[in-house]
């Protein structure tokens, strides 16, 4: 459940997938939620699939191998219909089972990997959406809370020694190299967590957006335990 103690004004409550995907961002607002309670064991279904490495892709096929228990069935349904809602509605949602994602190494004073709060980019209008089912959660942090990191004077300053070239070039640098997509949280800082079942919207940054990305990042997961998590 959402620890609706540290909700933010940035998101809007819906209770049904129609205003999931019809409701407008708009102001403060850049992420919508479904708030949703789970049916099913999704466990047995996260421990049934054999990883191949550290993300395991899961089509409809896979799911319909799996030998499952009622409660495990139930689980299956719900993935399921979430599959066919999002496809019906034009999305292209993946099913993963994550046991950790890559972490980025090459700068290690400005990681980009998605354990650190980040926002989605496109060239095109489009909407970021994700469910957890199983294991730790994605968090979410209100704009406020958080400064771009490449704006950081000792950041930046670092990100100058490694970029060669011409001073006008900087800041196409930091964009190829999506440096100026993270943030980092300020010291009273208060990330929300998206909870397990709950299916959101994040708003995205694109030409035709009218309101502020919405600032997300991995959490970090428990040892043992993989994540069950859909996104597109």
């Known amino acids: 459940m959402i620890d609706l103690s540290r909700t933010a004004n940035q998101i809007h ?5 129609h205003d ?17 309670k789970l049916t099913g064991d999704f466990s047995e279904i996260a421990n049934r699939i054999e990883l191949n490495g550290n993300i395991t892709a899961l089509d409809e096929h896979e799911l ?7 409660l ?30 890559d972490r980025d190494d090459t700068h290690p004073f400005f990681p980009t990997d998605v354990y650190s709060f980040h926002v989605d980019r496109s060239p095109i209008a489009i909407d970021t959406f994700l ?20 704006l950081v004077p000792e950041i930046r300053d670092e990100l100058k020694k490694i970029y060669h ?19 980092l949280p300020k010291p009273e800082a208060r990330p929300i967590s998206l909870g397990l079942g709950n299916l959101w919207r994040l708003a995205v940054d694109h030409p035709e957006s009218r309101v502020s990305p919405c600032l997300h990042r991995a959490p970090k997961e428990k040892n043992g335990q993989n994540r069950l998590l859909m996104i597109c």
């Open 13 to 17: 409550y819906v209770t049904n997938f």
């Open 20 to 36: 999931l995907v019809s409701t407008p961002f708009h102001k403060e607002i850049n992420a919508i939620c479904w708030t949703r």
């Open 64 to 70: 319909f191998e799996l030998q499952l228990s009622e």
């Open 72 to 101: 495990g069935q139930l689980a299956r349904e719900f993935l399921l219909n979430d599959l066919k809602l999002l496809e019906a509605h034009g999305a292209s949602p993946i099913l993963n089972l994550i046991k950790y994602y």
């Open 131 to 150: 469910c957890t089912y199983y294991g730790e959660s994605s968090e979410i942090l209100p704009n406020s809370q958080a400064k771009q990191k490449v």
């Open 165 to 183: 070239g011409a001073d006008e070039g900087f800041e196409s640098f930091l964009s190829e190299h999506f440096f100026d997509l993270h943030y």
